[in-house]
């Protein structure tokens, strides 16, 4: 299996730097983690081996979904030391609505602030009644990044389909990009955005700044393989979407998530990481 080009130490020293620019100045690689949804039956039966087997593909960092949040501070500490361990980071959490309800919220960060994550990304609204009801989503995730930015935490949402499919001529995501700060992340789901008719790297550059990690799945207009293709195999254009989520997007981590291939979880998690280094160079 291929290794990340980066030694241990300079990893560290990336992953410290705060503001991608500050990065890119000095040189340095954006890295690369796997959402661990990729790998969740693998997760459900052993996390701790399922985390050392991401690393040892060479991926730089993972993103923990909603089922963390029932984790106690104890075994989350236990996470923590394994990642510090192993050189890699939780860069981000991906959350259903509840983590952003009032009587969650602080949960949520606690989690979030022992495994070393610096986001917490609502995935998920649930059931919402119209524009309205997304300005309403808006609000909560403001609500959420204003109790989260004096922690050294930042709230963010992450697209699927329907945030990308108008309502009364509308998108969703861009209510929600229009009522929320720029203190809330949009994490762009490049595959889910493409399959509603949307082009993403025109989302990119209408909201630069904001696109601080990306979601590198792809998607075939082929029924029969949709969101089961590897990553380079579907209809995604990598390259311009790389371009212009450094350039314009403010682009801090990028994240690999597949739902499926012919391939096993693992095979398929490697498979992509040695893509994602051929198309990104």
């Given at each position: 299996m291929s290794r990340s080009p980066l030694s241990r130490r300079s990893f560290l020293a990336l992953t410290a730097a705060a503001p991608l620019a500050s990065a890119q100045s000095r040189g340095k690689r954006i890295p690369v983690g796997l959402e661990l949804y990729s790998v969740r039956d693998e997760l459900k039966k052993d996390l701790m081996g399922t985390v050392r087997a991401v690393a040892k593909m060479g991926y730089q960092g993972v993103e923990f979904y909603s089922p963390y949040f029932s984790w106690t501070p104890d075994y989350a500490k236990e996470v923590r030391k394994l990642l510090d361990d192993l050189?890699?980071?939780?860069?981000?959490?991906?959350?259903?609505?509840?983590?952003?309800?009032?009587?969650?919220?602080?949960?949520?960060?606690?989690?979030?602030?022992?495994?070393?994550?610096?986001?917490?990304?609502?995935?998920?609204a649930g059931k919402v009644d119209g524009l309205d009801g997304w300005k309403g989503v808006?609000?909560?995730?403001?609500?959420?990044?204003?109790?989260?930015?004096?922690?050294?935490?930042?709230?963010?949402?992450?697209?699927?389909?329907?945030?990308f499919t108008p309502i009364d001529g509308k998108r969703p995501m861009e209510v929600l990009a229009a009522n929320t700060t720029k203190d809330v992340v949009l994490q762009l789901d490049v595959g889910t955005c493409i399959h509603a008719g949307s082009d993403p790297v025109a989302w990119i550059e209408k909201n630069p700044g904001r696109i601080v990690s990306m979601h590198c799945k792809d998607w075939s207009p082929d029924a029969a393989k949709a969101y089961k293709v590897l990553l380079g195999e579907g209809v995604a254009p990598w390259k311009k979407l790389f371009q212009a989520a450094e350039k314009t997007g403010g682009l801090e981590y990028y994240l690999i998530e597949q739902e499926g291939s012919a391939y096993p979880p693992f095979e398929t998690a490697e498979r992509c990481l040695a893509t994602f280094r051929k198309l990104h160079g």
């Open positions: 050189g890699i980071r939780c860069y981000s959490t991906h959350n259903s609505a509840s983590s952003f309800a009032p009587e969650n919220l602080s949960k949520a960060m606690d989690l979030n602030q022992i495994i070393g994550s610096k986001f917490i990304v609502m995935a998920s808006a609000g909560r995730l403001n609500q959420g990044a204003e109790k989260m930015k004096p922690q050294g935490l930042r709230a963010g949402f992450h697209n699927h389909q329907t945030e």
